[in-house]
């Protein structure tokens, strides 16, 4: 066990405390938002998460959850609707008009199931 050593603040001591290393990820949009999100509505979990060391961890595996589940119902929801590379080479207007229609509502999806659950 580690010895722990004090700081005179005042009249209090302090533990000098830090917190364990973790692996620089870069944390795309869907990492930040279940960050903010377990922040404002799940503090004891961000924080368990954060001294731990897990959070980082945590966020890059709902990242790439997320990110994957996205593909996989655009994907998904492009063939149901019938958006081909075909309609994209006749119409790209249209084919821009539906894709961004079925992403938006892929990320609603993604957003409703993995980072507000």
Do not use: C
Not at 47 to 63: C, D, F, K, S, W
Request: aromatic fraction near 6%.
């Amino acid at each position: 066990m580690n010895e722990l050593t004090y700081t005179m603040v005042g009249d209090y001591s302090l533990p000098n405390l830090k917190l364990p290393q973790q692996p620089e990820v870069t944390l795309g949009r869907y990492a930040q938002m279940r960050r903010e999100f377990l922040k404002e509505h799940h503090r004891v979990l961000y924080y368990n998460l954060l001294t731990r060391g897990e959070l980082t961890q945590h966020l890059a595996e709902v990242e790439q959850r997320a990110s994957k589940m996205e593909e996989t119902i655009l994907s998904q929801m492009a063939q149901k609707e019938g958006v081909t590379e075909q309609m994209k080479a006749e119409d790209m207007m249209k084919w821009v008009r539906l894709m961004n229609s079925l992403r938006s509502s892929a990320q609603e999806i993604v957003k409703a199931e993995v980072i507000f659950a």
